[in-house]
């Protein structure tokens, strides 16, 4: 969500709560008494509301790290290529398309940016897609799933929605829609960080096509946009899910942060996770502020035979997708490095 829309959906996410709402009028009773009473000056006041309600925001709406359910769909069983896979990911952007806010949106105009992308997925033939602000039923959205929609228009076997956001009529956070087998999942919510909204990532525990034998997961992850230092302690409970995994693991998401920070290239350092072309300035994933912060990351046991960003605009982040295949001792490619 850009910066600029931050104060004003924790305000409505605020007021669409019963109690949350009486908190409020007592607060502004309180504000016009003491304005009165003190002559406090009315800009420090409102200040003060705006923190005690993204405080009550951010708590009621933080959603709980849990297993959460493989949701299967009914779909054609689809002949998978077992020398290599498709990945995706896509910032759904709450089905907004590059449009300012959801709240701004019609019903119509969301489902139609959500059908876009699950065509768009089937047309790329791709076979795992992680997707971040990707809603479960919500008020702001059009109150469906889309993450379930798009995996139906996608032709996947499987979809697993995170909810890192859970409250005031939201719900909404990470996902993976598959065709691959997927044996278990669960989602992480990273630690409340007022005033920004709750993030986190889902795991998914996925067997490579045609080798049951080969197990590995899949991480659909968004980072905090606002703080490095918030960031930080983000990649370090990334770090230990990595280490801890026991499997070759294939991370994608919204980083929200690029090379240029050392945030990133630590990370890959100590996770030997690899990146396709990390130090090439022409790939954009966010063209707002020209920069690259979607990745796709891959253990040593994968190699990325090759990435590419799409033309299509369906979100204010550019779509990245990746041919990746089981690494060998034959196979290498130059262009995957790891940044120390």
Known sequence: MPPSLIISSNIVFFLSGTMLLKINNLLAIYMIKTLKKKRIALPFLFIIALAICSY?????THGQSKSVSVFSIENQQQTLDTDQIKVMTINLAHGRGDGTSQILQSNDAIKENVTAIGHLIAKEAAQVVALQEADAPS??????????????????????????????????????????????????????NVPTLSKGFVVVASEWPGDPSFKFDVISLHLDFASNDVREKQ??????????SGKPVIMMGD?????????LPAFLKETQ???????????????????????ILVSPAFEIAEQTVLDEVLSDHNILTAVIKRQTNKLYNSSLQVAF
């Open 273 to 295: 996770l690899k990146a396709w072309k990390v130090d090439d300035p022409s790939i954009v994933t966010f063209p707002f502020l020209n920069s690259r912060i979607d990745w």
């Open 56 to 60: 009550a925001t951010v708590h009621a």
């Open 139 to 192: 008020w702001w959205s059009g109150n469906y799933s889309h993450v379930n929609a798009i995996g139906k228009l996608a032709g996947m076997k499987s979809a697993v929605q995170g909810t890192n956001i859970e409250g005031l009529g939201l719900q909404y956070g990470t996902a993976v829609v598959t065709q691959l087998e997927v044996s278990e999942a669960r989602q992480v919510t990273f630690e409340k």
């Open 255 to 263: 980083f929200n942060t690029d090379m240029s920070e050392e945030l």
């Open 235 to 244: 990649l370090a409970v990334l770090s230990e899910t990595v280490k801890n």
